[in-house]
């Protein structure tokens, strides 16, 4: 039998006294994409915090290929193919694109693989290369968020969680960001997006929750592309 990649059974997390989660459970297997659906507060940021390593549960598991990882610390969630991107991108307004880019290098010293990484990322999204020496604060939101995922790629992640990327973004942008999900979960890699109900950009992915006051439940909300409609002058 198939063992899945993530296994969450009864969790519960929170912060202090309070539980923000409760009695939360599902299963990814590598290669599947799921959304978790819900408004602001619903506990999608702390769902994806907790699986990071970010946030300690208070109950339940947490399994990773099998073995309990909840009290891993995030940079050893990292090192095992966890690799979070937040709402707000943490991008290095500072830093060029580049820069950014191979910030996301965990624990890998070989040039010519870092080398390869990076350019095997420029070819798919080619604005990394044209916009290689500017300052990731000229970016537009869709080209920021693109660069975020960019970033958590470069560790070679096999299970991405992406933390609302639609928020501020057009939607063309949007859709990229949304194909691009469905791209790498056909390449193998598990993909959790996090939104809010109050952009509904859906897309056929294997599975889809809604979270309601900390608890889960199956949601029939992505079983079909429902993208907004575009402007007229798009």
């Excluded at 506990?43 to 699986?51: A, D, H, P, R, V």
Aim: glycine share 8%; net charge positive; hydrophobic share 45%.
């Amino acid at each position: 039998m198939r063992m899945p990649l993530l296994q969450i059974e009864s969790l519960a997390a929170g912060y202090g006294k309070s539980d923000v989660l409760d009695d939360v459970s599902f299963a990814l297997f590598s290669g599947s994409l799921a959304y978790v659906l819900g408004p602001g507060g619903a506990g999608k940021t702390t769902l994806l915090m907790t699986i990071a390593g970010l946030v300690r549960p208070k109950r339940g598991a947490i399994r990773l290929d099998g073995e309990d990882i909840r009290r891993k610390r995030p940079n050893e969630l990292l090192a095992r193919g966890i690799a979070y991107v937040p709402h707000n991108r943490l991008l290095f307004s500072s830093l060029s694109v580049r820069d950014n880019l191979l910030a996301g290098v965990w624990r890998e010293t070989d040039r010519p693989r870092i080398e390869a990484d990076a350019a095997r990322l420029t070819a798919r999204f080619p604005f990394l290369q044209t916009c290689a020496r500017q300052s990731a604060s000229r970016l537009t939101n869709g080209e920021r968020q693109l660069l975020a995922i960019a970033r958590a790629l470069m560790s070679r992640p096999r299970l991405l969680l992406l933390d609302d990327p639609f928020d501020a973004l057009a939607p063309l942008e949007a859709e990229r960001v949304a194909d691009l999900g469905a791209e790498l979960a056909g390449e193998g890699t598990a993909v959790v997006i996090a939104q809010r109900n109050a952009t509904p950009i859906a897309w056929p992915g294997e599975q889809a929750y809604r979270l309601d006051a900390g608890r889960l439940c199956r949601s029939d909300a992505c079983s079909a592309p429902a993208w907004p409609p575009l402007p007229a002058s798009l």
